[in-house]
Structure formats: C-alpha cells, structure tokens
C-alpha cells in the first residue's frame, strides 16, 4: 500500500506560479510510476504529468509550463506549475502506478489538493 497526500495548492493569480507536492509513504516511490490528474468542476479528470524514472511525459495543455520532479529520497514528488491560467484550476491529484495517462494504470491516489487561478 502507498499513502498519497498532496499539499500546495491555493489561490493565485494568472501567470504566477505554485509548487505543488505529493508525500508518499507505505512503500518507496522509486520503482511507481508517479503521476499527477487534474478534475476541474463539471470535467472528468484528466493527466497533467507523469514521471518514470528519468522520463517525464506532459498533457499538451501544460507542456512548457509545467515540471514534474521527484526526491526518490524524501519519497515526494511535485509538480511546479508556472504561467498559470484560470483554466488550471481544478483539484490536482496525485498518483502511483505502472504507466501512463489514464486512471486505470494508478493504483494508488491521493485526496488532491485545490488550485484556483484568477485573473
């Protein structure tokens, strides 16, 4: 089992920037694949980024944008988010598996944290 808590999130302003964070524990995050999914009201929830090892995959909405890194040795991952706009805003969450950008390849998740981006 691996616990998944997200921290990070609130509110900001269009084009500034937050430092989103997933403390996992249970297990060690090195051999997952370490995902994060945003859920925007009234939306399904959707891959943001995702993290394997040395590579690293992106929604085209976020790319350039956004980073995922992860400490293998402070078992966290983040997501640092900049230039951001309101249509980021969305609850993020935070997830381990074995792939991908679908839900179905995380076995594992957090509560989410929220992200509101206003003008």
């Known amino acids: 089992q691996v616990q998944l808590v997200e921290s990070g999130g609130g509110l900001v302003q269009a084009g500034g920037s937050l430092r989103l964070s997933c403390a996992a524990s249970?297990?060690?995050?090195?051999?997952?694949?370490m995902g994060w999914f945003r859920q925007a009201p009234g939306k399904e929830r959707e891959f943001v980024a995702s993290?394997?090892?040395?590579?690293?995959a992106y929604a085209d909405s976020v790319k350039g944008r956004f980073i995922i890194s992860r400490d293998n040795a402070k078992n966290t991952v983040y997501l640092q988010m900049n230039s951001l706009k309101p249509e980021d805003t969305a609850v993020y969450y935070c997830?381990?598996?074995?792939?991908?950008?679908?839900?179905?390849?995380?076995?594992?998740w957090g509560r989410g944290t929220q992200v509101t981006v206003f003008l």
């Open positions: 249970g297990r060690t995050i090195s051999t997952y694949t």
């Open positions: 993290s394997r090892g040395s590579i690293a």
């Open positions: 997830a381990a598996g074995w792939g991908g950008t679908t839900m179905n390849q995380y076995n594992y």
